[in-house]
């Protein structure tokens, strides 16, 4: 078993930037890849960014690329999403979840294939 809680989010100008966290217990992440995905009100649930966690590959969806930055720590057991030059569009409630590491980009992108999911925290981006 995996467990998983976001903090960080809360409401932000556009422009500004937010850090989310993710702490991660239960059990050894080396086989994990952690993810962040995103939900707005009405939307489907969306990639965001994913790292594995003992090669430290990076996966960015495109709508974050250059704006957003994953990153582990591996003493800390946590995640982190690193969110600058925020827009309204970033408006969403933010997850972190688990899958066991794969070399398929595609397979890491999609939310269906993640074993386990934090309850997830909001970000508003608004002025």
């Known amino acids: 078993q995996v467990q998983l809680v976001e903090s960080g989010g809360g409401l932000a100008q556009p422009g500004a930037s937010l850090r989310l966290s993710c702490a991660a217990s239960?059990?050894?992440?080396?086989?994990?890849?952690l993810g962040w995905f995103r939900q707005a009100p009405g939307r489907e649930r969306e990639f965001v960014a994913a790292?594995?966690?003992?090669?430290?590959?990076?996966y960015y969806s495109d709508f974050v690329k250059g704006r957003f930055t994953i990153s582990r720590d591996i003493v800390a057991n946590a995640v982190y999403l690193q969110m600058n030059s925020l827009v309204p569009e970033d408006t969403a409630l933010y997850y972190c979840?688990?899958?066991?590491?794969?070399?398929?980009?595609?397979?890491?992108?999609?939310?269906?294939?993640?074993?386990?999911w934090g309850q997830g925290t909001q970000v508003t981006v608004s002025s």
């Open positions: 790292i594995s966690w003992s090669a430290g590959f990076t």
């Open positions: 239960g059990r050894s992440f080396s086989i994990y890849t």
């Open positions: 979840a688990a899958v066991r590491s794969t070399n398929s980009d595609s397979y890491i992108r999609t939310s269906r294939a993640y074993d386990y």
